[in-house]
């Protein structure tokens, strides 16, 4: 089996969902539930016999020794991380915490259970770290996209959080020859992402007759790219990626926010028209402070070495995610009134059921 961590959170789940759609391999996933965690991300593979649970803070290095050492996996696919951009700017000290320590901890915490595995395990076992082409900063509006050379110019507490594991796996490669893969990819969308990220808080905000809050002019661009193509990638890397090396992964798909939050009001008077249509909503405000202008990826490694491509297209894609938000009703309802926070406290908290 596999351990996942952050397999709660919004890429996490649907890589589980769509591993357990690909094969007959088990997994682990092993989550502290933050905010952005949400156990109602799992519902529909959560009775899978061969996926397993942990809640636990990949901080906590006995803890994840102790999943490593009962679970024995062959893999890690490591994506629990503090993840929005506004939120860093806020309140860095959590991003370096679980962002870099974390990594430190789990790093140290495989290289420990690689270390004690038999010859043949040990070469097959492999530590992937997915992380953002926000290391790379900011491009400007002729720039070449992003490659793997690129050097890092992180702009965010929380790419720098992000840059700084980066740093951290690739050191562990060169140094104790921990096998690493780390993959950076551009900005994902589609269902169960927490609706802090733009396109749900659009789609959310539009149906919920909000403003929509585009931030400065409107004019930053990203590479946008649905999220069962990340997995897809992720999942390529890991059976197929040659040890140490990072991989690139992008959609092609270059937009501009406010073209974005055009494309969503379009689905939407789609799907569910409404008379005047949602684009009046939309409302410049403030900008983001330190706003990285434009993100591109070039994915050329990963299509030529591995044969990726993404398989679905923006326009597409987009509306099957408006379709999406508008269909699962209870999951943003538990979203936005805090009640998946319940699940914790019934299953952790004071009236959890004691162990025997
Ligand atoms: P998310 O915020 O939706 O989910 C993060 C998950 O990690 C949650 O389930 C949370 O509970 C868990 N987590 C947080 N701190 C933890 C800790 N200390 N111990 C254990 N679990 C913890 O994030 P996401 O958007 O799904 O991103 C997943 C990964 O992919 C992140 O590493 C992020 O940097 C990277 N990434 C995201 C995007 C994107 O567009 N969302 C793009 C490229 C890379
Ligand atoms: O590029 C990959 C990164 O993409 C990931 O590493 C991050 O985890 C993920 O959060 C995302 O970061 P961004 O900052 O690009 O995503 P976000 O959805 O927060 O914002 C996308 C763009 O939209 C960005 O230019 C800021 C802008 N924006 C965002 C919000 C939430 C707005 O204009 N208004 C908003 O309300």
Same mark, same amino acid.
């Given at each position: 089996m596999i351990l996942i961590t952050g397999g709660a959170g919004f890429i996490g789940a649907n890589f589980v969902r769509e591993w357990f759609a690909r094969g007959d391999e088990g997994a682990v996933v092993l989550d502290k539930?933050?905010?952005? !965690?949400?156990?109602a991300n799992l519902a529909d593979v959560r009775?899978? /016999?061969?996926l397993h649970f942990v809640h636990a803070d990949i901080c906590d290095r006995t803890a994840v020794q102790q999943v490593l050492a009962a679970q @024995?996996? @062959?893999?890690i696919v490591h994506f629990a991380a503090e993840s929005h951009v506004d939120r860093s700017i806020h309140g860095p000290a959590q991003f370096l915490q679980t962002n870099f320590i974390g990594t430190f901890e789990l790093l140290e915490a495989a290289r420990e259970h690689w270390s004690s595995l038999p010859a043949g395990e040990r070469d097959a076992f492999r530590f992937l770290h997915v992380s953002t082409d926000e290391v790379y900063g900011s491009l400007d509006e002729a720039d070449p996209a992003f490659c793997e050379t690129t050097p890092y110019a992180p702009n965010s507490p929380y790419a720098a959080s992000k840059a700084g594991s980066d740093h951290l796996v690739r050191a562990w490669h060169h140094t104790? !020859?921990? /096998?690493t893969l780390i993959t950076n990819c551009s900005n994902n969308y589609g269902p169960?992402?927490? /609706? $802090?990220?733009l396109i749900p808080l659009m789609i959310l905000n539009a149906i919920e007759g909000k403003p929509l809050p585009v931030y400065g002019d409107g004019r930053n661009v990203r590479d946008w790219l649905y999220v069962t193509d990340h997995c897809a990638a992720i999942q390529r890397v890991l059976e197929n990626g040659r040890i140490g090396q990072t991989y690139n992964i992008g959609g092609n798909c270059e937009r501009r926010n406010i073209d974005v939050v055009r494309a969503i009001c379009a689905a939407l008077s789609a799907q569910r028209p409404k008379p !005047? !249509?949602? $684009?009046?909503q939309i409302q410049f405000v403030k900008d983001r402070p330190g706003h990285d202008r434009r993100y591109a990826i070039d994915a050329g490694k990963l299509a030529s070495e591995l044969g990726w491509r993404p398989s679905e297209t923006f326009e597409s894609a987009l509306a099957k995610t408006v379709r999406w938000y508008l269909d699962h009703t209870d999951w943003v309802a538990g979203v936005r009134d805090g009640r998946y926070r319940k699940w914790i406290e019934l299953n952790y908290g004071d009236g959890a059921p004691k162990p025997a």
């Open positions: 539930l933050t905010y952005a !965690g949400n156990m009775q899978k /016999p061969d @024995r996996p @062959r893999a104790y !020859g921990l /096998p169960y992402q927490f /609706p $802090e990220k !005047g !249509g949602y $684009e009046s």
